[in-house]
């Protein structure tokens, strides 16, 4: 099995910047694309930022701009920086990984979340 562990979030004003962690542990092979999405109350999830493992990174229109997400393959690791925060960004923040068990099987894992509030 694989686990995604967050870390990160927190309560910040406006205008502010937070940076959102995620590891992944277990019988991993190989990560394809790890990122980040995001589920408002009231709202569905919605992607945040994705990068694949050679790379290559997708933004939502919303945070372009303004996120910048980063891996580091050697630890399995994703990071989210966050920087001029609104209060429209206010979520919980999940982690997913598409992995490669040692036994070859994929997986599509999800972390359990994390709590961003951006208010003043």
């Known amino acids: 099995q694989v686990q995604l562990v967050e870390s990160g979030g927190g309560l910040v004003q406006p205008g502010g910047s937070l940076r959102l962690s995620c590891a992944a542990s277990?019988?991993?092979?190989?990560?394809?694309?790890m990122g980040w999405y995001r589920q408002a109350p009231g709202k569905q999830r919605e992607l945040v930022a994705r990068?694949?493992?050679?790379?290559?990174?997708d933004y939502a229109d919303s945070v372009n701009g303004r996120f910048t997400i980063s891996r580091d393959n050697a630890k399995n690791t994703v990071y989210l920086q966050m920087n001029s925060l609104k209060p429209e960004d206010t979520a919980v923040y999940y982690c997913?990984?598409?992995?490669?068990?040692?036994?070859?099987?994929?997986?599509?894992?999800w972390g359990q979340g994390t709590l961003v509030t951006v208010s003043s």
């Open positions: 990068q694949m493992s050679g790379g290559s990174a």
């Open positions: 277990g019988s991993i092979r190989s990560i394809n694309n």
């Open positions: 997913n990984a598409m992995a490669r068990t040692m036994v070859g099987r994929w997986l599509d894992v």
